[in-house]
């Protein structure tokens, strides 16, 4: 005859304790705020005050410094340059001859046709004189009125390729790229150099056009510059009626406020709208 032994007491000690262990609540313990760890809010503040799009004086985006006014200057005829002086990097000013070609053909040329005006408009002089005295038909009168017309537009015609012969500086800048060389021959439309005015400046902003209606001229806003670490102010002045369809932006130009002397174009920097 067979007898079953009861469990011992150590053995059904660990059993309850198994149980225990089994059947308890588990509690995840997060971090609050004021201790060691960040609540989210602390973290996502901190992207946001890292980020080059959102900053705590508003919204910000990137500009550009472009020149207002910026030109290359061609060739009005075809001929030999017999004066350049100018060099990439060099001033001017407003007026100041940049390049000169050799016209002696065409100054003569035009020589021609203010003597010839003259003649015909002393022909026509004597015609009308002699109109008066019944001595000269009306016809004849009126053919010698068409030739001095025709003079007067060869007078034209040679004046203006003579105003060619000589550039002048369209306004105040810096030669920024220099295509030929004198005692070149070059031909008409031929680039001869590239001008910018470097001094007077305005900045480029290409802006998301869900926000058109809080960017209007007059607006000011600061514009702090990658290359010098200046803080300049600035306030739109137009924006260009015209969206991209696919990035959803839109271009916005602003002039600077009082802008130190230092500034080039092409430097870029961090645009900031306040609130």
């Known amino acids: 005859m067979c ?8 053995y059904v000690f660990f059993v309850s304790v198994w149980v225990l262990l089994v059947s308890a609540p588990v509690h995840f313990v997060f971090p609050q705020s004021g201790q060691n760890g960040q609540s989210v809010d602390e973290i996502m503040s901190a992207i946001n ?8 004086q508003g919204e910000s985006f990137r500009g550009q410094l472009r020149p207002i006014n910026f030109t290359q ?3 009005g005829l075809d001929g030999k340059l017999i004066r350049f002086p100018v060099r990439a ?7 100041d001859i940049i390049a000169e070609f050799n016209c002696a053909v065409e100054r003569a040329n035009n020589t021609i046709e203010v003597a010839q ?13 002699l109109r ?5 038909s009306e016809l004849e009168l009126a053919l010698s009125r068409s030739e001095l017309d025709v003079a007067r537009a060869e007078v034209d015609r040679t004046s ?5 012969c000589v550039i002048r500086a369209p306004f105040s800048g810096t030669v920024t790229e220099k295509f030929v060389e004198a005692f070149q021959f070059v031909s008409r439309g031929e680039m001869l150099l590239e001008l910018t005015d470097t001094r007077n400046l305005e900045i480029e902003m290409v802006l998301p056009s869900l926000n058109l209606n809080r960017y209007q001229a007059g607006q000011r806003f600061e514009f702090l510059i990658d290359e010098t670490d200046q803080t300049v102010e600035a306030v739109i002045d137009r924006v260009v009626n015209v969206i991209d369809p696919v990035s959803q932006t839109i271009r916005v130009i602003g002039t600077l406020v009082d802008p130190p002397t230092n500034l080039m174009p ?6 900031f709208f306040p609130e």
């Not at 007898?3 to 150590?10: C, E, N, Q, S, V």
């Not at 005050?49 to 705590?56: G, H, V």
């Not at 005006?117 to 026509?124: F, L, N, T």
């Not at 203006?160 to 060619?164: G, L, M």
């Open 89 to 95: 990097g060099n001033r001017v000013e407003e007026g």
């Open 49 to 56: 005050s890292a980020t080059p799009a959102r900053n705590s």
């Open 132 to 136: 008066e005295l019944n001595n000269m």
């Open 3 to 10: 007898t079953r032994k009861t469990p011992g007491k150590l």
């Open 266 to 271: 092409g430097m870029s920097g961090v645009v």
């Open 117 to 129: 005006e003259e003649a015909a408009s002393r022909r026509v002089q004597i015609n009308e004189r």
């Open 160 to 164: 203006s390729i003579v105003s060619e």
């Open 73 to 75: 200057i061609s060739a």
